[in-house]
């Protein structure tokens, strides 16, 4: 970099986040559909996230798309975004088979 170079933007590090040790089965997760009231929750390969207060989740969907309380890891590898939206939502445990 020279002299007459803008300064290089600051690139923030990745937010790590701690996966809670709760455990959620499908059925436990469809509770969390953000309907009445309820918190929203998804989830995405395995980990459980609280959606309730992100922005294009309104009501429990996200843009008349998607719908909470289910596992959206199929659908969501479709998406346009990365995976890094997962970083500004928290999570709140990890998906479990309701046979366990």
């Given at each position: 970099m020279s002299y007459f170079d803008p300064p290089e933007e600051p690139v923030a590090a990745p937010v790590t986040h701690i996966v809670p040790d709760r455990e959620f089965t499908?059925?436990?997760?469809?509770?969390y559909n953000g309907e009445r009231g309820r918190r929203a929750y998804i989830a995405y390969d395995?980990?459980?996230?609280?959606?309730?207060?992100?922005?294009?989740?309104?009501?429990?969907?996200?843009?008349?798309?998607?719908?909470?309380?289910?596992?959206?890891?199929?659908?969501?590898?479709?998406?346009?975004?990365?995976?890094?939206v997962f970083q500004r939502v928290p999570p709140v445990g990890r998906l479990i088979s309701d046979d366990r």
């Open positions: 499908e059925m436990e997760l469809r509770q395995g980990v459980v996230y609280d959606v309730t207060d992100a922005p294009n989740w309104r009501g429990g969907m996200h843009r008349d798309l998607h719908y909470s309380g289910l596992d959206l890891t199929r659908s969501l590898r479709k998406a346009p975004h990365s995976e890094s």
